[in-house]
């Protein structure tokens, strides 16, 4: 976690609460935090269930990988340390959004398990809602479909540190929800999201 530099500054209170807020949304806010394999479907199905989620009448955002490359995070790389910054600074961001009363589609690769786990912790701390999933697709079927080209260029040695070729990646152990993206229709991984968000009293049924 990167250590406080500033001095002197103080967290101010506001007088609208989160709960103000959820009441004025009819939802609560919850960071869902979509991670696996370039290719394997994050975007496809954080796309699918913003536009499920808004035909129900409840505010969601997508946070793409490389949407916030371009912004945010534009100062960034792809080291091992770029990559653990890259996913603190959204973190941080999405527990915004969650303060909000939205909920926040966050669709990241996060290869490791050390950084998403510091996102959860930061959440767990502020008590509010993250819920993992686990967008599991087999390296071949994510090479197969290689959507941005990504896979061919880093076989051929033009992109380095690339994940599931020359830099790891390193699955949940316990997801919230485990998405099988080469096995499953985009209607039945909505769906189940949508269960998890139900039973955990996010949206209403």
Not at 37 to 42: A, F, P
Request: charged share 30%.
């Amino acid at each position: 976690m990167a250590d406080q530099k500033a001095t002197n500054v103080h967290w101010h209170e506001g007088d609208i609460t989160r709960a103000h807020r959820a009441k004025l949304l009819g939802h609560k806010g919850a960071t869902l935090w979509f991670t696996g394999l370039s290719g394997s479907g994050k975007s496809t199905v954080a796309v699918e269930l913003e536009g499920t989620l808004q035909e129900m009448g409840a505010l969601s955002y997508r946070l793409d990988g490389d949407n916030v490359r371009m912004g945010i995070n534009k100062n960034l790389g792809f080291s091992a340390e770029d990559r653990t910054e890259n996913i603190r600074r959204i973190g941080e961001v999405a527990k915004l959004f969650v303060d909000s009363g939205v909920i926040a589609l966050s669709s990241f690769i996060s290869p490791y398990r050390a950084d998403r786990d510091q996102v959860r912790a930061l959440h767990d701390a502020a008590g509010m809602e993250f819920i993992e999933i686990f967008v599991d697709c087999s390296l071949e079927a994510a090479e197969s479909r290689d959507p941005k080209g990504l896979y061919k260029k880093a076989r051929a040695g033009e992109i380095k540190n690339f994940t599931g070729i020359d830099d790891p990646y390193e699955a949940p152990r316990e997801p919230e929800i485990h998405l099988h993206t080469d096995q499953q229709s985009l209607e039945d991984e909505v769906n189940a999201i949508l269960d998890v968000l139900r039973e955990r009293g996010i949206i209403g049924e």
